[in-house]
């Protein structure tokens, strides 16, 4: 169970940095962040009301907060990193944030046993490879590596907290709820902030509406990533779970490679082979 919803969630958050990769050549980053939370927003709070999520407030809910917190700065630096691209070397550096909760487990006194340790290896090892980074060129290129740096140890960040935020369904949809109010409400922040120093919010031609769909996409499976990602947490050793969420650069390539061309080098596919038996691994462990 935990393996299938880890991947599910690389699944997710690999599609979901694909769209707001692609969204943000034409929107600015802060506007495509603040509205496709704002529309998760809108639904995880349907989805609230109906399950009667409110009963399972607590202080735990003060997890969600600072998932909610530093989720909107990963994301802006990470949708920001994808604008300068490309997909296929960018987001495979992500997945460095897994050291985040991968350490917390060890903390928490988790040890995987030696094939769970040496699938962690293999499949953290590939991911890095599958992105082939180049460390050298021009300051673009170092400006996306800075980037996507931060925005990795965030989304681990945010990997820990959310999974400490809940212990029950109905509280997991509240916990989402509460992370993506304060995403949009930081998020929103930092916008009218950038728009008070002449950075604009929408494109030249004014808001696209066109993108709305892929907006709505864009919010509603980062949500359900962290979702499945806090199953997955909740039922298994998080060393596991955390490593196997963490193969989404490899989605994320997979789709750059087949609806924008991107051809992957050598090292690109030997690192996704890698991550792959890195993901056997861990499931047979």
């Known amino acids: 169970m935990t393996a299938l919803f880890a991947l599910a969630t690389s699944l997710l958050w690999g599609l979901a940095d694909f769209g707001g990769g692609l969204l943000t050549r034409r929107t600015p980053a802060l506007t495509v962040v603040v509205v496709s939370q704002s529309i998760a927003v809108v639904v995880l709070g349907a989805v609230v009301v109906a399950t009667g999520g409110w009963s399972e407030a607590g202080p735990q809910l003060w997890f969600a907060v600072a998932a909610g917190l530093v989720g909107p700065v990963a994301m802006l630096a990470f949708y920001k990193a994808l604008a300068l691209g490309p997909m296929g070397v960018v987001s495979p550096l992500g997945s460095i944030g897994v050291a985040v909760p991968v350490g917390v487990g060890l903390m ?108 709505a996409f864009v919010g509603l499976a980062d949500v359900a990533a962290n979702g499945t990602y806090s199953i997955a947490a909740q039922h298994g050793p998080v060393t596991v779970a955390a490593v196997l969420a963490s193969l989404y650069p490899v989605v994320t390539a997979a789709a750059a490679r087949g609806f924008l061309r991107e051809r992957l080098r050598a090292v690109q596919a030997a690192g996704a082979g890698l991550a792959l038996v890195g993901t056997v691994l861990l499931a047979s462990g």
């Open 108 to 215: 928490l006194g988790e040890r995987p046993g030696l094939l769970q340790f040496t699938g962690i290896l293999v499949a953290v090892a590939g991911v890095c490879l599958a992105g082939g980074p180049q460390f050298r060129g021009a300051p673009v290129q170092r400006q996306a590596i800075v980037l996507t740096l931060l925005a990795a140890f965030g989304f681990g960040a945010v990997m820990a907290l959310i999974a400490e935020a809940s212990t029950t369904l109905t509280g997991l949809f509240l916990a989402l709820f509460v992370q993506r109010v304060t995403n949009v409400a930081a998020g929103g922040l930092a916008l009218f902030v950038s728009v008070r120093r002449g950075a604009p919010a929408l494109p030249a031609d004014g808001f696209p509406w066109r993108t709305l769909p892929a907006l």
